[in-house]
Nanobody
């Protein structure tokens, strides 16, 4: 059983930056594919970014490409989401997620992920 705890959310002005962290425990972190998702009020949870076990491969939603960067430190059991050039539409609760395996077309699918954190709020003011 993997436990995930997100941190780093907060209030930031448009154009600003935040770095989210997700600390994992209870499993061998390097065995898990990791993802970041977000959910805005009244909307469905959506994929933001994903990273392979080694960190060699990353995937992004079109809405965040070029602005967000996902990375991981397997020695620290932590995955990060660096968010730059933030926009008001990035406002959401951000969740990290883990899965032992993901299909080649499944990175963005919530059902592919087995473990979820409790989320951290990101609010971007205009």
């Amino acid at each position: 059983q993997v436990q995930l705890v997100e941190s780093g959310g907060g209030l930031v002005q448009a154009g600003g930056s935040l770095r989210l962290s997700c600390a994992a425990s209870g499993g061998t972190f390097s065995n898990y594919v990791m993802g970041w998702f977000r959910q805005a009020p009244g909307k469905e949870r959506e994929f933001v970014a994903g990273i392979s076990r080694s960190g060699a491969r990353t995937y992004y939603a079109d809405s965040v490409k070029g602005r967000f960067t996902i990375s991981r430190d397997n020695a620290k059991n932590t995955v990060y989401l660096q968010m730059n050039s933030l926009k008001p539409e990035d406002t959401a609760v951000y969740y990290c997620a883990a899965t032992g395996s993901v299909s080649s077309t499944g990175w963005a699918l919530l059902a592919e992920y087995d473990y979820w954190g409790q989320g951290t709020q990101v609010t971007v003011s205009s």
